[in-house]
């Protein structure tokens, strides 16, 4: 552990294909430009809706997806620029948990087996003896009987085969975990258990996390830092605090208007979102943002802004920010 990440510029396009002959016609930027960092041992939040790109981001840093330009330094080495050869010690470093823990774990292996595949692929613990000591220690840790390693993952709960997705990605000892909506399709209660799990294995082992969703309570439970993502690039990025207390993009803003708030007075209107994400396929020219935002000006609809530092700390794409 105790690895920074840091992401610049980050591009990936998807070909778009039409007709009999599969022809290109045309590129999405899926992820257009993103910047980002991730302290060692710290959690920062990717926040957007779906389809704004925050997912396929997470993926190209660690090469599920190629990357089509940029850079993302781990440690001290580039990720983008490894042969496979090189690659397959930061298989064990970088780990991913999923949305899904239905379709994420193999429903023809059983339990201990899942968690013992990633540690034989990447030569982890090579005496068996002390592999499944490990495996039962590893289930254990995450609130999981260990004589249960003999079932198959139907036999569990969501929850618990979120449980055993953080096991099988901690049972390399990974430095960074990128976690996709981990509790999303999840009880809001067990939600909350796993969050305190990723929580506790965070200052237990010096994890960092890349943490993506589109939930802002779950950002302001466990992230240090946030950076909100719509159509493929960052508008707002910073400490959680900062960001969550004092928005200062339109979009930012008009999320955390969104979130249903506790006490009903203080419940507005105007702040529910207004309209759709447009299509990755046809982004709106100038500040992609610019149909759905109430202070959009004249240059907003021709000019995108550039990404403006207005803090030491804090980044903003706005041309009324600065
Ligand atoms: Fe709104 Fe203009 Fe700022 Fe875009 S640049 S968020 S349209 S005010």
Known sequence: SGKALDVEALEVHFPVRKGLFRRVVGHVKAVDGVSLQVPAGQTLALVGESGCGKTTAGKALLQLVPASGGRARYGGQELLELS?????????????????????????????????????????????????????????????????????????????????AIARALAVSPSLIVCDEPTSALDVSVQAQILNLLRELQA??????????????????????????????????????????????????????????????????????????????????????????????????TDYPEERWISETRVVRCHLVN
């Open 84 to 164: 496979p050869r090189e690659w397959q010690p930061l298989r064990r470093e970088l780990q991913m948990i999923f949305q899904d823990p239905f379709s994420s774990l193999n429903p023809r292996m059983r339990v201990g087996e899942i968690l013992e595949e990633g540690m034989l692929a990447l030569g982890v613990e090579p005496d068996a003896g002390a592999r499944s000591a490990r495996i039962d220690a590893l289930l254990a840790r995450v609130g999981l009987d260990p004589a249960m390693r003999d079932r198959f993952p139907h036999e569990f709960s969501g929850g618990q085969r979120q449980r055993i």
């Open 204 to 301: 237990e082992y010096g994890l960092s996390y890349l943490f993506i969703t589109h939930n802002l309570a779950v950002v302001d439970y466990l992230a240090h830092h946030v950076a909100v993502m719509y159509l493929g690039r960052i508008v707002e990025r910073g400490r959680a605090e900062e960001v969550l207390g004092n928005p200062r993009h339109p979009y930012t803003r008009m999320l955390l208007a969104a979130v249903p708030r506790l006490d009903a007075a203080s419940r507005t209107t105007d702040g529910l979102t207004r309209g759709d994400m447009p299509s990755p396929l046809n982004p709106p020219p100038g500040c992609h943002f610019h149909p759905r935002c109430s202070e959009a000006a004249e240059r907003c609809r």
